[in-house]
């Protein structure tokens, strides 16, 4: 297959490519289109050797021009210093700057930003000794910051005889002697002032006109939803191209960050490119992925990451599942156990020493160390986590940390992650080289600054030319389609909002007018890029998204002679789905009972929980307790609250320890209550898991420990105000009861002995507690208390305890009301009923043995309480959802 050239215009330069003028582009897509359709052209012409062209981006070129002029002596050699390099400097300033007024919650961003400014304000050749450009600065607390920056930023680059690339050009533009070279500019744009200077300073310089067309523009597309726009673009370049295979065919993404990955899967599912003919998507992406993202080299980042004081849990997960990880020999009952541990620490980021002792069981070290291990006895790597170093002595051990891990030799490499590999090596030359422009680095730094060079480099699989191209807004300049979709146009984004930069003063990038300084700049820009897709294409289709966050959007501006269409949702649902969706039925498997076989009858820790949850949903019974299946927890940012109430328990179970009864509770003082309480704190935080003490840190166990004794002290002056004198006669008590052929293990919060000689089971809670009337029923919910009630001796009440702020108290059931909050057994009875808690007792042998024998039995339909269904997380499980659809 012939593919036309995507630059048309090569028959109007040809002559100055032979002259040896050099042609600029402004980006290098261009550039290579051109170099393309000049080969082409000169083959046709039946030329086989010829001299070499210059074809360049701007910038490109010029720099060049510099670098020729240092060698033939023109002008004196200096370390250039590239974009990683400068944001690297600007780092190191920003964090040794202690004079700034204002905290920054992400100074790598603020470092971007800054160097950022600094290029602008170069290109545009803003004098900052300008007393009037000087005095704008100072309104403004961030501009001030940065001005103090750029001072230091200037003043390093002195001491390291370094040089950015626009102070390069600035000494460029100073030697007529280097600008000798005749120039052509290929582009219709404006360039920053910099770059124009030296254009105009060259001999002969010109600005020549790029090839146009006129686009027959078809109504614009609107989508209600963002996927149906990117499913019916790829499906119009499946159109296109089996149309005509030899064609130019471009889709233009408004957000390539947002939409590449979308809009590829969609292509290569029109191509039918998802499995088998992977590498055969007929297709050319100008961006492919920061090299940081690439799976290689991201698993590369995170076994780095290993070595840090403080480790990202899900980065562990992904490192012992990784494909390009050394199979280890882990020990297979311990794997998921030990996910799981990690998991239920329920924080995102994990002292090592902590993740090292979670997993210090998983592998079996018999047959080999873990990777971690190997690391950190290496010998040539003894004490390097704490020492700081330049960046080149950082690689050796890198190397040794991966090699430990049998990083990469985990899996066969394809030929894309070959060419990922090749990259990795040649970032790592270029972090080596950093020792030029940084001081000595700690691990962290190291890592971080790694990362960031990473995240600058751009991975772009190695392909030949393909006839539909997937192009930013940018990308399309002087190229030439016979069609071209432009998604995105929707008026919020053509124009786009204006986004100056925060460290510049507003008034000076109004008035210099530089990129994204106000409206008026988006509005321009985007007449431009309308200006140049209609000269580009042969036909032009556009889409938009109509719908935002509910609310109707509007087209953009530009597109405001074009006629409109709309898109039904038939457009961009998968055509395959709606014939499955039409033609399926929920299939209801009725599964037989499976009976607990009787080593299963003992449930160590479960307790009521069985049957609390076979009374809500005799499934959901069956798939917690027996087939453990549960959700892991979510991420806090403090105590969970199992951990709350287990303090609670604990705290309460040493004060009643030391006060024992209502006699020692009023006997004490206030004063000779707060010793009481902080031991019984210190008891209480002793109950927790270790490794979960370590990841909550002390300030917020202090900030807990402040919160509960507030909470005792108001319990307790609750208790004090008790009419009848108790003695707490159990606490913490294990108990078991066999109910429905179910032997269940127990454990009773508190038992209070009352003056005659009646009990009181009492259970702390410290959220809500709900009504006791859900105990009376068919299938009681919550029936904890209810089956304590059953315990021998039989407890002449039973009884919530609320610790919660603001509603303290408690509520229950005797056989008399023992305490405001606990109701008369009989209030509870109904009509011609009578024999008081005896009577509901019965009820609840007869219900809670009834929910006892259906769990052993087997007994596990999908049947939920209105209740039941709120805070379970197993639908996957139950596909109830279905079956209502």
Sequence with gaps: MSLRPLFGGIERIAGLLADGTAVLTPNRRLSRAVREAEQQYRFARGERVWHSSTVLPVRQFWIERWRKAVTRGLLAPRVLVDTAGQRLIWRQIIDADETVPFSLLSPTRAA???????????????????????????????????????????????????????????????????????????????????????????????????????????????????????????????????RDPNGRYAVVLSDMHSDRDRLEYYLRQ???????????????????????????????????????????????????????????????????????????????????????????????????????????????????QRRARPPSQWLEPFRAILSAWGWPQGAALDSLEYQQAVQWQEALDSFAALDLLAGALTLSEAIQSLRDLLGEQQFQPRTEDQSIQILGPLETTGLSFDAMWITGMSAARWPAAAQ?????????????????????????????????????????????????????????????????????????????????????????????????????????????????????????????????????????????????????HRALYDVWGSLGDSAGLSSVTELELGPIIQQALDYAQNGLLKERLDVLGGDLLSLERQRLDSVLR?????????????????????????????????????????????????????????????????????????????????????????????????????????????????KHLTEGQSGGINTLREHWTQELSLLAKEFVSGHSPVDPTNEACRYCQRFSLCRLREQLA
């Design 270 to 384: 029109e191509f039918a490119c998802l499995t088998q003919n992977y590498a055969s998507l007929p297709v050319n992406f100008a961006t492919g992925f920061t090299l940081d993202r690439v799976p290689l080299v991201r698993d590369a980042l995170r076994i780095l990451e290993f070595s840090l004081p403080e480790i990202d849990v899900e980065n562990v997960i992904a490192v012992l599942q990784s494909r390009f990880v050394r199979p280890l020999n882990y020990r297979i009952d311990q794997r998921e156990r030990s996910i799981r541990q990690l998991r239920e620490l329920a924080k995102e980021r994990i002292p090592q020493r902590v993740m090292r002792g979670v997993l210090d069981n998983l592998l079996d070290k018999e047959k080999s160390p873990p990777p971690w291990d190997i690391v950190l006895q290496a010998e040539t790597n003894g004490g390097w």
């Design 500 to 648: 100056p930069n925060p460290y510049l003063p507003h008034s000076l990038q109004r008035e210099q007018d530089m990129p994204h300084a106000d409206a008026g700049w988006e509005r321009r820009w985007a007449k431009a890029r309308w200006e140049q897709w209609l000269a580009g294409a042969g036909q032009i289709q556009t889409s938009y998204v109509n719908q935002l966050d509910g609310a109707q959007a509007l087209p953009s501006p530009l597109l405001a002679d074009t006629a409109e269409s709309s898109e039904s949702e038939e457009w961009f649902v998968d055509k395959r789905w709606l014939t499955q969706a039409a033609s399926a039925e929920f299939d209801a498997v009725a599964l037989d009972p499976v009976p607990l076989a009787e080593g299963e009858r003992a449930f160590k820790g479960v307790g009521t929980s069985v049957l609390e949850q076979q009374s809500a949903c005799p499934f959901q019974a069956f798939a917690a307790t027996r087939l453990r299946a549960a959700q892991p927890p979510a991420l806090t940012a403090g105590l969970l609250a199992s951990e709350r109430g287990t303090l609670i």
């Design 112 to 242: 971007t930003l800054s160097q950022e400014a600094s290029e602008t304000l170069a290109l545009w050749r803003v004098d900052l000794g300008n007393p009037a450009v000087h005095q704008s600065f100072s309104f403004d607390e961030d501009s001030r910051a940065f001005l103090r920056w750029e001072g230091r930023f200037r003043a390093a680059l002195v001491d390291l005889k370094a040089i950015t690339p626009e102070q390069a050009l600035e000494q460029l533009l100073s030697c007529p002697e280097a600008l000798d070279q005749a120039v052509a500019l290929l582009s219709q744009d404006d360039l920053p002032p910099l770059h124009q200077a030296l254009c105009e300073a060259s001999p002969a310089w010109r600005q020549l006109k790029l090839p146009s067309q006129t686009a027959r523009i078809q109504p614009t597309r609107a989508f209600s939803d963002p996927r149906g726009e990117l499913q019916m673009a790829a499906r119009w370049c499946r159109e296109q191209q089996e």
């Design 714 to 826: 108001r319990w307790l002056a609750l208790e004090r105000e008790r009419p009848e004198a108790f003695v707490v006669a159990g606490r913490e008590e294990p108990r078991e009861h066999q109910l429905g052929g179910l032997r269940l293990r127990l454990r009773v919060d508190r038992v209070d002995r009352l003056s005659d000689g009646s009990d009181l089971i009492i259970d702390y809670k410290s959220g809500a507690i709900g009504s006791v009337k859900q105990w009376l029923g068919e299938r009681p919910a919550r029936p904890q208390l209810p089956l304590y009630a059953l315990l021998t001796p039989p407890a002449a009440g039973i009884a919530y305890a609320s610790l919660k702020p603001g509603s303290e108290g408690f509520k229950g059931i005797g056989e008399r009301e023992f305490i405001k909050g606990i109701e008369s057994a009989e």
